[in-house]
């Protein structure tokens, strides 16, 4: 009775098995590819390259000490950014899948991984079509005389940002510090302005993509292009500008070295790198999905992709901090002249390099002190265009991206598959429900404004680096598992996997915890020093005495006695999917014929992966299963910690942050739990407790000799 039951579960995970091949072949029958790589890179970088670029960018290379931010930033973007880049445009473009189906391919109790990756970045258009809003107005208010401009009339320090924030009156100066209620400036329940711009922005992304990737491919080829040319013409024109030298050198060509040692610069670079790269969001799976698996080089796209947006983002940063140098000009001019009338003393060298405005970034930046810089400019208003102009297509193309990977998840679901949706359907639906999202975030003035901040970070630094923990972890730890227990057993890859990662847990809660006791005492108490390096010391203790002892004991308890250290050793902690997403990638375009086939592990062949821009060397598994896995998932629990013993986050804002968050968790956990419910009923009704192969396991010969010798067991025993 036993083996009958064990013999049933077995049939059912191999139909389990049927089941997703069956998916992959319509999808790939049915999936458009893109005209081009041209079209897929235009794609892939216009939605890289966004808000981030022009307005935090250049705040923290400014902020963190000039050239020495680049260090820690090139260093999180080549060891974190890239490896996960390149992870997902591989599962995209060999899956011939979007993020769910990607990751449910490798095994359905994944598929969560990517529905959770989705559903976050869909969430993000709901306030990111609202700061695209707030770009809508000023660029209408750019076409307007000039003295019913707003960021021309007003001159104080905030009121421009202040009006557009929050509906006021145009032409009165309603920036009040104290909590008092200036006359003409209402507390508006609703920005109409705003969100008659969020509906603007929802037909232009609608008609960006009712197509799919043909009309994304068209649209791409002016959005992407248009932008640059508008940042090439500003730091050209701001370049003769007076004080645009000082600028630039607080920009970048300053080096303050010190800043390296503060430990918020690597916050910040792996929160820059994960949302301005768009990765974890379910995108780039989405546009390599529609590439030509078979004629893709991944690794050249890989560091095309990352490589631009970099880029992009430093040049950006020249035009903005030459338009500030100008202004900080102008202003220190200002004061030494108010000095020289009361015989002051004025050092003019100390007020350009201490000015504020170079410490100003995000919604400041962008309404309230860049517009008054433009404001100084012969034909202010067309300057506003161009700038203006230039924020939207650059936040377009990522709103857009952001939204077609829903519609590439309906469209591949199951249910999409049988029902057959038309495109332009799911993208209408899909449009329309994120404008009714972005409703929150435009009423009650400033409770709006709290709340896109919020929601973005519980989304942005909490759900994306969960998300890409998880992919880490279906990548590294679970994709071609099977390949480990052939080689050392069940047993010695469970507890070689769970020492690792408990090890990790226990170290990371026990620094975490132990460094905030010290701080907390060290405020109540001046006179005591907390020591963190011992703390720090401490927690790694803990994690590598914990994946020594790990690993002993599963080279220990492995299977096959008689087998060389080192197969043993590479059995127990190698990273197997990640290297045969790597064998495929390496070997897609190579010419055979005339270099061979590439294998792995080989010197000459690991040689040969460094320098080849068509290659991923052998650093890519390992940072997937090992680096990224660790570094995301000791944020992820030092996030939770965080706010769980912090004051400062709780409230009704807060609240909204946290459902989101926790709802994306449960949705991950409930299809990891219960993956049928993913799966049409209608097309598979079998009940399993037993899941876990990949659908290119399954439908190997061998895989269906084992489904006829299981299927002719289950017959005779029937008959007995």
Not at 95 to 124: K, T
Not at 302 to 317: Q, V, W
Not at 407 to 426: C, E, H, M, P
């Amino acid at each position: 009775m036993e083996n009958t039951t064990n013999d049933t579960h077995r049939y059912e995970q191999l139909e389990m098995g049927d089941m997703e091949t069956k998916l992959q072949g319509e999808r790939e029958h049915k999936r458009r590819s893109w005209d081009n790589q041209f079209s897929f890179l235009m794609a892939a970088v216009g939605s890289a390259v966004g808000l981030g670029n022009i307005w935090r960018f250049p705040y923290l290379v400014s902020r963190y000490g000039g050239a020495p931010f680049l260090i820690p930033y090139f260093i999180i973007l080549i060891l974190v950014g890239m490896p996960i880049l390149g992870m997902e445009l591989s599962i995209g473009t060999f899956f011939q899948a979007g993020d769910a189906d990607a990751f449910g391919s490798i095994n359905p109790r994944l598929r969560g991984i990517g529905v959770g990756s989705i559903l976050g970045a869909y969430i993000i258009t709901f306030y990111y079509t609202v700061i695209l809003g707030y770009c809508a107005v000023m660029l209408c208010q750019s076409f307007q005389p000039a003295d019913k401009v707003q960021w021309i009339v007003l001159k104080g320090p905030s009121e421009n940002l202040v009006n557009v924030m929050y509906g006021y009156n145009a032409s009165i100066d309603c920036s009040v510090t104290d909590g008092t209620e200036v006359e003409g400036c209402p507390h508006p329940e609703f920005n109409w302005a705003v969100y008659l711009g969020v509906l603007f922005m929802w037909v232009v992304i609608f008609f960006s993509i009712f197509k799919g990737v043909k009309s994304t491919g068209w649209v791409v080829k002016f959005t992407v292009p248009a932008p640059l040319i508008i940042i090439l013409v500003l730091i050209i024109r701001a370049a003769a500008l007076k004080g645009a030298g000082t600028g630039i050198m607080n920009y970048i060509f300053k080096w303050d070295p010190t800043e390296l040692s503060n430990p918020d610069i690597w916050g910040q670079c792996i929160g820059q790198v994960f949302f301005s790269l768009g990765i974890c969001m379910g995108i780039m799976t989405s546009y390599s999905s529609h590439n030509k698996k078979d004629s893709t080089n991944v690794p050249l796209n890989e560091k095309i992709i990352s490589l631009s947006d970099a880029g992009i983002a430093l040049m950006s940063g020249f035009a903005i901090y030459e338009i500030l140098g100008n202004q900080a000009y102008l202003q220190c001019e200002e004061e030494s002249a108010a000095a020289a009338l009361t015989n002051s003393t004025f050092n003019f060298e100390s007020c350009m390099k201490t000015s504020s405005l170079f410490k100003q970034s995000s919604f400041a930046l962008a309404f309230d002190v860049f517009p008054k810089g433009l404001a100084k400019l012969e034909a202010p208003q067309f300057w506003g265009v161009l700038f203006f102009g230039c924020l939207i297509l650059l936040g377009v193309d990522s709103a857009f991206s952001l939204g077609e990977a829903m519609i590439i998840f309906v469209k591949d679901s199951s249910l999409g598959l049988r029902y057959r949706f038309k495109t332009w359907t799911v993208a209408l639906v899909a449009c329309i429900v994120g404008a009714l999202g972005g409703l929150l975030y435009v009423c009650g003035g400033e409770d709006g404004i709290a709340y896109l901040g919020t929601v973005d970070n519980y989304v942005n630094n909490w759900c994306m680096v969960l998300i890409g923990f998880l992919q880490c972890f279906a990548i590294g730890w679970v994709y071609k598992v099977e390949t480990q227990y052939e080689m050392v057993g069940k047993l010695s890859v469970w507890i070689y996997n769970i020492g690792f990662t408990a090890s990790l847990l226990v170290g990371t809660f026990y620094a975490t915890i132990a460094n905030h006791k010290a701080l907390v005492k060290a405020t109540d108490d001046d006179t005591f020093n907390p020591n963190q390096g011992a703390i720090l010391g401490g927690g790694l203790g803990i994690f590598f005495g914990g994946w020594i002892l790990s690993t002993a004991l599963a080279s220990f308890l492995a299977e096959d006695k008689d087998l060389p250290f080192t197969t043993k050793l590479w059995g127990i902690v190698g990273w197997h999917g990640a290297d045969d997403l790597r064998v495929r990638a390496n070997n897609t375009v190579r010419d055979v014929a005339a270099d061979g086939k590439w294998v792995p592990n080989t010197l000459r062949s690991e040689l040969e992966a460094l320098y080849r821009h068509d290659c991923y060397a052998i650093s890519f598994g390992f940072l997937i299963k090992y680096f990224c896995y660790a570094l995301l998932l000791v944020i992820t629990i030092r996030n939770i910690l965080g706010d769980a013993m912090s004051e400062a986050v709780k409230g009704d804002k807060a609240i909204v942050g946290q459902l989101i968050f926790a709802t994306i968790v449960l949705i991950v956990a409930i299809i990891a739990v219960f993956p049928r419910i993913m799966y049409d009923p209608k097309a598979f009704k079998r009940k399993s407790d037993t899941l876990g192969k990949t659908h290119l396991d399954v439908h190997t010969p061998t895989g269906r000799d084992r489904r006829r010798r299981v299927a002719v067991k289950l017959k005779s025993k029937t008959k007995n």
